[in-house]
């Protein structure tokens, strides 16, 4: 069975700090890998994807894969209030065309 | 630069009543998939399209109909609404390939 899991939060960080996201998953075929940030009313958008291991940076954003541990993470460097959101790490495994699979999100609240 | 267009916003059925659930993509993707996302248990894929004229079962198909009309539409019917089915509605589109997908803003339904 796919399985994706990821701490519910809410995880408070203060304003400029570092907001760390993590993720694992089930399913050793699983093949790429996302980031998706959602606002209170509105629908996911992606932020990140990743399909090999290492670290992979846009802006302030790090996303970071280890497949051998199944383990996925999302770095926020100064964080700023409006990175408060819910984020989701979805999964796709090789060969599926049957879509993502997510997990359930992470509360993120930045304290100004 | 419409990208995935969902249609109504919001629906407040009676039970029993039926009503169908539409979406058009402009970004050439040959999957599509319908998602409801309810609190706690993240975002559940219901169907999905691979290509034109191909539909599957996602994890949570009962209750639920879909048609692939065209390359660019994709709409899921309820055909005898219940209270359970009470959520909001998500519609995506995707590559296969790369594995991401990009969401339309989200159907509110209301089933009394």
């Known amino acids: 069975q796919k399985e994706v899991e990821q701490n519910s939060g809410p995880l408070s960080v203060p304003e400029g700090a570092i907001a760390s996201l993590n993720c694992t998953y089930s399913?050793?075929?699983?093949?790429?890998f996302f980031w998706y940030r959602q606002y209170s009313g509105k629908s996911p958008e992606l932020i990140m994807s990743i399909y090999s291991n290492g670290d992979k940076e846009d802006g302030r954003f790090t996303a970071q894969l280890n497949k051998a541990s199944q383990y996925v993470s999302l770095l926020i460097r100064d964080s700023q209030p409006s990175d408060s959101a819910t984020y989701l790490c979805?999964?796709?495994?090789?060969?599926?065309?049957?879509?993502?699979?997510f997990g359930k999100g992470t509360h993120l609240i930045i304290q100004p | 630069n419409a990208g995935v267009t969902q249609t109504p916003k919001f629906q407040v059925l009676k039970t029993g009543q039926s009503m169908t659930l539409q979406c058009a993509q402009d970004?050439?993707?040959?999957?599509m998939y319908w998602y409801r996302q309810d609190p706690g248990m993240g975002l559940r894929l219901i169907y999905y399209s691979a290509s034109e004229g191909t539909t599957d079962k996602g994890e949570v198909p009962n209750g639920y109909n879909v048609s692939r009309l065209n390359k660019r539409e994709f709409s899921l019917r309820l055909e005898s609404a219940a209270p359970s089915q009470t959520s909001v509605y998500f519609c995506a589109s995707g590559s296969e390939t790369l594995g991401e997908a990009f969401f339309g803003q989200g159907t509110r339904l209301t089933v009394v």
């Open positions: 979805a999964v796709k495994r090789r060969g599926g065309a049957d879509g993502l699979t």
């Open positions: 970004m050439n993707h040959n999957s």
């Open positions: 399913d050793r075929v699983s093949q790429s």
